[in-house]
């Protein structure tokens, strides 16, 4: 009993060092920080409320490659677990045996049908620390798995944003071409009355050419921006069933996010799960290179039959049976060992800093997008009052050369000032919305 207590403590031995998890070295709290609706209780449906980008979202949680990869690799990892978890049962195998011996009078036959048991003891928890690390391996890549999901909801939501942006300079572009014409031809019946140059009718003319390439610019790239879209959701083509595209500026999304405390946030996260998996990995494999400078134990035995006539292989003298056990301790590998220690050691290390520096990373993506928040909002507001106040100055310098009192320049100075408000007034309610994309992405949401 004793003997069989000792074995059973040594079992349980493990030589991998006590995991602590490295202390975060953010800050614990947000500078920007508002109240509002945590986004740990809102799936990706309540924030994206757009019918037509919910539907492109689910295409592409579907269909997108890069994510079934990620699927994929989850299950390879999770197989290559299984086949360390084996390593804690004993290995049974069926073995046949035909022998031949012969000399120069007589040739002996012997016939055998057996069994064999093979068990490993684990006795300084070597094949535990294994398996200890390949489960964290899974964990991690399941979490790599959540973070590309809720990276394709996240750039899915983006680009099509991006679509709905270049739809509406498209539509700005030709509205513009179409007031230059304009213009182009109240210069050509002030040109036959006297009033105007032709200097002003050349000018009028350059302006519509100008015009013209803006508007083939961005029929480009929206063309380009709608390609890339098509390949996230992963299909040939988008349906033509989704639902009517709604007005950029009428997009919802919710703006009143709440992050929480920075703590919560890094629970939520799954690239910081995935790092301290990784590190949780690589402790155990410590312990496993700790394991490899101390005797291994394998018990061994094998019974069956084995007679040198086949029609004696079945009777009770056929039997027999064996045990042993083999014990294996390392005395030389030219520093193989150590070296693979070191290794360990190292990559532990090196998990570390990729932890603390995930955390980082994690911490500014949130502090960024928070900070970003509340300038959008006045960068709005001043864009739309902006665009108010260049449309009535377009509007009167228009009035006034059309009445031969303005000069040219002016008016297409106006009419240029005009085009720029609206092209960035556009940017910006993309920017915005792109922006609390951003920030639901950054607090680890997105997943459900």
Known sequence: MRRLALVLALS?????PKYERPVAPVANRWDAAEGGR???????????????????????????????????????????????????FPQLSAVADVELRGTKDAVVETYALGGSLSYE?????????????????????AEAHRA???????????????????????????QTLGLVRESSE????????????????????????????????????????DNLLVLLAGVPALPSSLPAPAPLETTQLVSDLSPGIPSEVLLRRPDVLAAEHDLKAANANIGVARGAFFP???????????????????????????????????????????????????????????????????????????????????????????????TKRFAISEQRYKAG??????????????FAAQQGLIETRLSRATNLIALYRALGSGWK
Request: charged share 25%.
């Open 12 to 16: 349980a031995c493990s030589l991998a």
């Open 296 to 390: 291994s134990i394998s018990l061994t035995a094998f019974g069956g039959v084995a007679s040198t006539a086949l029609s004696a292989l079945f009777k009770s003298t056929a039997l027999f049976w064996t045990a042993g056990a083999t014990l294996a301790q390392p005395l030389f590998a030219g520093g193989r060992l150590r070296a693979t220690l070191d290794v360990a050691t190292v990559r532990k290390q090196i998990n570390v800093a990729r932890y603390e520096q995930t955390i980082q990373t994690a911490f500014r993506e949130v502090a960024d997008a928070l900070a970003a928040r509340a300038a959008f909002e006045e960068q709005l507001s001043a864009q739309t009052a902006r665009v108010e106040a260049e």
């Open 148 to 174: 590309a999901h809720i990276a394709l909801v996240g750039e899915v939501a983006t680009q099509y944003l991006v679509v709905r942006a270049f739809d509406e300079q498209l539509a700005l572009a030709k």
């Open 405 to 418: 009192i303005e000069s040219y320049l002016v008016m297409i100075t106006a009419q240029r000032d005009l």
């Open 121 to 141: 003891l684990d006795l300084f928890g070597k094949l535990k620390n294994s398996r200890a690390a390949a489960m964290e391996e899974y964990l991690s890549s």
């Open 38 to 88: 945590s986004a740990a209780e809102l799936g990706w449906r309540q924030v994206f409320a757009d019918a037509r980008m919910a539907a492109i979202i689910d295409l592409a949680l579907k269909n997108n490659r890069d994510l079934r990869v990620a699927a994929l690799n989850v299950e390879l990892v999770r197989a290559q677990y299984r086949i360390q978890r084996a390593s804690q």
């Open 186 to 225: 109240v210069t050509k019946r002030l040109l036959e009355q006297g009033q105007r140059s032709e200097l002003d009718l050349r000018t009028a003319e350059a302006q519509i050419e100008t015009a013209r390439a803006e508007v083939a610019r961005v029929t480009r790239l929206r063309a380009q921006a």
